[in-house]
């Protein structure tokens, strides 16, 4: 390994690899506790460099952990004291927004918020967008095919990535950084790239596509009283509004009565005796005529029967207020500590019928289990956080079961939007069969025949 | 091979087999004229038969050209003597929409015209479309990839389809079959069998997403007089629009001068002495005010000084006059007889610099050579039909290599929607690198070891 380092140190120059404490002192999960026990953290500055540090690695049968913004939720940037961390720190090149192309090229270190606030400065959007933005690299983004608050209208992080510069194990460039939408010459490599979580290459810059910045938004929430009619809704409003919808983000009234209904964390904007509430937003192009076509929709969906009750913002602090009801991440930890988190997907019409079987199974073995549920219903995907007052990995363990066990008898998924990492591995099973866990083993033995990229992550 | 052939009548019935004159009195191409050159037709019904017919193939070395529609148009779906062909056309089934998830699950030998009725009688969308609507199979349409006419609004048909069952080439059959929009467990194998012209799996059944079926369409053409004004109407109108634009077709003043202006073909719906026109259109949710809207963009676009002239569609008959121009095939042929065409993708800013470049290239060569250019400008995708008054190889391959140097220089693509089959596999290499070539072999290689899978395809 010294001699090792000492060609990293060669190559990369003094400030491209740390060791010892500066090692230890770094974290490799969140929230950041520091603790890193991977023997070296290289910070190469481009991508012939990852190239280089990728053919000795190769060479040497060393693995690597590549390392973004490190607010991945599954473990997947994890190291243990044999692995080199490869760090993309440095690597925050951006050239000049493309306009009239509207496309912008990066290198994979770049903050997501970076790239938000240059596409806006030219009057552009890039439409992913999460809450750990700040940090978050577009690197770690493609590596884990991120979703977010924008799925519903734009899709998710695959769906906004034209080209991608890829490293594979054995220190191979793939360059596919063509900037166009349609490109049918062959296989498109950058999907292998894409959620991949780093364990079939390092990907080190990106051709990403930008929006149109929109003109307006509406916001709304209303409150219904049976599963089917909020089904219904998301069908009625995306048709009304031509396709414009760009949020629609369900609350189950457990989650409102907790959270809510007391009226200590928020001001409830609508009674709590619901069964539904429905946080509604539309993007568009005309400030004042937007506004009339989303109140006109909203009453036309109440004269339905749809709506037991509705309220649209009418400012700016009253749309954040109804965001802060839904992204209350801090009022869920308070009210369910310990909490257990999921994060799944499943065909809309089981939703209701699955949540319900989840908190059969959970109060049968806990009678005080408490869970909540909400989510980005509008892409298939809900959340469950709930508590047993235990974190015990036997009982975390046996929740899991009951949650997944449940999920694939619906033949949903054990993972929307976070990846699989290292502490989803072991239920991947409830969601992929195994010829395709097979397959998975056969592209990354042909990409990393010496398995050094992110071992043991996924499969 | 007869025993091999004894054994498929054994395994699929004496309707599930064609030999002799049953084989050689079909096509392989487009357009069709017999000829099919292959062994024997094989007809499986279903995912399981597939998957026994190849595992016998696997076991023989048998080479497999799955057939779809045949309405490809880079000879793709070509046999050889020595090949045995797969035809999906006995696997039509599709099960009942999902209104409430919004997606339907089908066999790959469903058109895709049978989808849109489906869809439609359901209320709802399926948006992908193009010309050989009644005749190309999902199963085709998802192993080209096809995009066709609604890439701006929806993406091309990787982006509509949800989960693939396909089959590798020793039988195994990976059942990828979520109905959902996020599902990050593992690779997306899917994605192997989108675009990769049946080299890597055969693609027997999909889940395709659905959209809202939109309620109002908006159309208009419009005359431009320089090409940097029709990038900046292209950004001008997605905005305004709220991103409901739905079409935006660049016609070449070439374009228009050749097909419209002489008025035997068409009413010229303006005057012929603009360098630029573009078929514009929207759809949305309301239909009152998305005419509004849409007059009013186009208003503020002209008070920009944007348009040099415009005319709305004020009927059905007059927008289908609009598009008739823009898909007038059968007038390209007439007049540039006998014509040679590309479908080629490059970053918006450089298109004209591009064709001009071509143009010159080729006048070069040829004083007499005449081309036209149009396209899906919104994707970045243009087509350039021209004529030499030679189809001599030679002649062809000259003209190829003026078209695709040009390309390579820009850093565009070859291939925008049709693929790369037999037809354009010489010129891979002006749109991909020798690493992403060779990559491309790895994966056929780990898939389909023995290249029994449509060889000589792509790679």
Chains 1, 2 share one sequence.
Not at 101 to 107: G, I, L, M, W
Not at 122 to 148: E, K, M, Q, W
Request: proline share 4%; with cysteine; net charge negative.
């Amino acid at each position: 390994m010294d001699a090792l380092i000492e060609q990293f140190r060669s190559i990369l120059g003094p400030s491209g690899i740390l060791t010892g404490t500066d090692v230890s002192s770094r974290s490799d999960s969140w929230p950041p506790m520091g603790g890193c026990q991977a023997r070296a953290i290289v910070r190469p500055s481009g991508t012939a460099e990852v190239s280089e540090v990728l053919r000795l690695c190769h060479a040497a049968g060393q693995t690597v952990v590549t390392h973004g913004g490190l607010t991945g939720l599954v473990g997947g940037a994890r190291a243990g004291p044999d692995d080199l961390v490869l760090s993309l720190e440095r690597m925050r090149g951006m050239e000049a927004v493309d306009r009239v192309n509207r496309t912008v090229v990066v290198q994979a270190g770049v903050a997501l918020q970076t790239v938000h606030e240059a596409a806006e400065e030219a009057g552009l959007l890039f439409p992913l967008d999460l809450g750990a933005r700040g940090s978050a690299t577009i690197g770690g983004n493609i590596s884990t095919n991120a979703g977010g608050n924008s799925v519903i209208r734009y899709g998710m992080t695959r769906e906004q990535v034209l080209g991608v510069e890829a490293v594979l194990a054995d220190g191979t460039v793939i360059s596919s950084m063509k900037d166009v939408i349609k490109n049918n010459t062959g296989y498109d490599l950058k999907q292998l790239f894409i959620g991949s979580e780093g364990t079939l290459g390092v990907v080190t810059r990106a051709v990403l596509r930008l929006r149109p910045l929109p003109r307006s938004r509406n916001t709304a929430l209303v409150a219904l009283d049976d599963f089917s009619k909020v089904a219904e809704l998301l069908q009625f409003m995306d048709s009304a509004l031509g396709g414009t919808l760009s949020a629609f983000e369900v609350l189950w009234n457990s989650f409102y009565h907790l959270i809510v209904a007391d009226g200590k964390r928020h001001t409830p904007p609508l009674g709590s005796t619901h069964a539904f509430y429905v946080l509604l937003e539309s993007t568009g192009g005309e400030e004042e005529n937007d506004t009339l076509r989303f109140g006109r929709a909203l009453e036309e969906a109440f004269e339905q029967g749809l709506l037991a009750d509705a309220v649209i913002a009418q400012s700016t602090q009253q749309r954040n207020d109804l965001w802060a009801i839904r992204d209350d991440v801090e009022g869920m930890v308070k009210k369910l500590y310990p909490p257990i988190t999921f994060d799944i997907s499943l065909g809309i019409p089981l939703m209701d019928q699955y949540v319900h079987e989840v908190h059969v199974g959970l109060t049968a073995l806990w009678p005080s289990a408490r869970m909540i549920t909400f989510g980005h219903l509008g892409d298939g995907n809900i959340h469950l956080v709930l508590t047993i007052g235990s974190l015990d990995p036997n009982d975390v363990h046996s929740v899991e079961e009951i949650v997944y066990q449940a999920l694939g008898r619906h033949g949903g998924v054990i993972s929307a939007e976070h990846g699989i990492g290292l502490d989803k591995r072991a239920y991947l099973g409830h969601s992929r069969s195994p010829e395709e866990i097979a397959l998975m083993k056969t592209l990354k033995q042909a990409l990393d025949p010496k398995n050094i990229l992110n071992p043991g992550k996924i499969i």
